[in-house]
């Protein structure tokens, strides 16, 4: 993939990766994306398409609907397809459209000092390891990170926080079980500004009692947040699991509507034939796909690039 970590983080100067690094980075989102890809192109070949054809437009509307590309981002990349007037190789086509959907790949903003990144979504996403990943990946570019264990509801979420942050060299907040999630984020900031740290990530519980408890208690931890540093918090992710498929639209839609949402991490798309959710995610919601997980190990985080992402879902 040709985004580094460093043209993520907006650090100036930023270089991409070497070609031959690119090369590899491109090949493992492919294999990751396989299970994707075919779902995908299955459909379209399914549709059997011509473009002189109307109902080639309507098969391939509803192929891109069965793969996940969701019912608005379908119309639109249709309307692009036919504002071409020649199509020429559909999935190549396809793939230009995709990426030009997504728009420019963003930063994550990490540049305040400190900068607060707060991370929200369903427990099961792979929230608390993909915050670990960030933390090691900040610590290897020159940040100092604080994570902060505010989700007090599960031992296991504070405890695997505690791990990562032994990795990454940060420092671990946390409160006592059940405490008030909002003290733990303020205790963090706190600590951040005491002791010079260049970031703070807050991890959140995914799940209360009722759906309107977890984004009441959300929201709160947001104002707090607030309070405490102005123009924090300055980047709040949402982790959204790619096996969800269209329930991920609903719960970016969920969130964002409790906290503000900037941004997305896409996770688990290696084991997902549902990787068309990140098109309907980045255009029904207008928000930035910025980072993805396509494996286990550190190295399957990796910024979000449109292009190398569309032509891995399509083989193009």
Do not use: C
Request: glycine share 10%; proline share 3%; no cysteine.
């Amino acid at each position: 993939m040709p985004r580094s970590w460093g043209e993520l983080l907006g650090e100036k100067g930023a270089q991409p990766e070497p070609e031959e690094q690119r090369s590899g980075l491109f090949s493992r989102l492919r294999d990751s994306l396989a299970k994707s890809r075919r779902a995908f192109t299955e459909e379209l070949a399914s549709a059997a398409f011509d473009p002189g054809d109307d109902l080639a437009w309507e098969r391939l509307e509803e192929a891109l609907i069965r793969a996940d590309v969701g019912v608005r981002a379908t119309a639109e990349l249709v309307r692009r397809l036919e504002a071409r007037g020649e199509v020429g190789d559909l999935n190549t086509a396809l793939a230009e459209e995709i990426a030009a959907l997504f728009g420019d790949p963003g930063t994550l903003h990490v540049q305040g000092q400190p900068s607060v990144v707060l991370v929200v979504g369903v427990n099961g996403t792979g929230k608390t390891t993909t915050i670990g990943k960030l933390a090691e990946r900040l610590r290897q570019h020159g940040h100092s990170v604080v994570l902060a264990a505010a989700d007090t509801f599960r031992a296991a979420a504070e405890e695997q926080l505690e791990i990562w942050a032994d990795r990454a060299s940060a420092v671990f907040v946390e409160g006592e079980r059940g405490a008030d999630p909002a003290s733990v984020a303020y205790d963090a900031i706190e600590t951040a500004a005491r002791d010079g740290r260049d970031v703070v990530i807050v991890d959140t519980a995914g799940r209360l009692h009722t759906q309107a408890n977890l984004m009441e208690e959300l929201a709160k931890v947001r104002r707090v947040i607030a309070g405490k540093l102005d123009g924090a918090p300055h980047e709040t992710l949402l982790v959204v699991d790619a096996t969800t498929g269209q329930n991920g639209v609903q719960q970016a839609r969920l969130f964002g509507d409790a906290v503000g949402v900037t941004a997305v991490a896409l996770t688990k798309l290696d084991g997902s034939a549902k990787g068309g959710i990140a098109v309907a995610i980045a255009y029904e919601l207008g928000l930035p796909v910025k980072l993805i997980g396509v494996g286990e190990t550190l190295e399957d985080l990796r910024p979000f690039d449109p292009e190398d992402f569309a032509r891995a879902l399509l083989a193009a």
